[in-house]
Nanobody, 126 residues
Framework: QVELVESGGGSVQAGGSLRLSCAVSRSPFDNCMAWFRQAPGKAREGVAALYSVGGYTGYDDSVKGRFTISQDNVKNTVYLQMNSLKPEDSAMYYC????????????????????WGQGTQVTVSS
C-alpha cells in the first residue's frame, strides 16, 4: 500500500491560485498519480493524472489550461498547481494512486484507485 498526505488547501478569491501537495510514502515515478475532488452533494470527479515514466498527463476538461499536475520523484511529492480558480472549483481534493504500481489506465477517472489520502479543502469565493 501507499500512504498519501495532502496539504496546501485553503480559501482564496476567484481568480487566485493555490498549490496542493501530496506527500507519498514511496517514489511515485513508476506509478499513476491522480487528483480527484468532491463537492458536497456531488459525485467525486477526476481532475488530473500523471504517469511520469510514460510522460502522460491527463486533465478534466473543466480544468485544462488552469491546473497543472507535476511531481518531484526525489521529494516523493505530487503537486497540483491551480490557477484562475473559480467558485465551482471549491471541493475537497484528494490524492490517489495504485498498488501495485501501474500506468494510468485509459478512462482513469473511472478507475478503482486503491490508495487515497484524507483530502484537503479548497474554497473559492466570488
Amino acid at each position: 500500500q501507499v500512504e498519501l498526505v495532502e496539504s496546501g488547501g485553503g480559501s482564496v478569491q476567484a481568480g487566485g491560485s493555490l498549490r496542493l501537495s501530496c506527500a507519498v510514502s514511496r517514489s511515485p515515478f513508476d506509478n499513476c498519480m491522480a487528483w480527484f475532488r468532491q463537492a458536497p452533494g456531488k459525485a467525486r470527479e477526476g481532475v488530473a493524472a500523471l504517469y511520469s515514466v510514460g510522460g502522460y498527463t491527463g486533465y478534466d476538461d473543466s480544468v485544462k489550461g488552469r491546473f497543472t499536475i507535476s511531481q518531484d520523484n526525489v521529494k516523493n511529492t505530487v503537486y497540483l498547481q491551480m490557477n484562475s480558480l473559480k467558485p465551482e472549483d471549491s471541493a475537497m481534493y484528494y490524492c490517489a494512486t495504485f498498488w501495485p504500481p501501474q500506468r494510468c489506465p485509459e478512462g482513469w477517472t473511472k478507475s478503482p484507485f486503491t490508495d487515497w489520502g484524507q483530502g484537503t479543502q479548497v474554497t473559492v469565493s466570488s
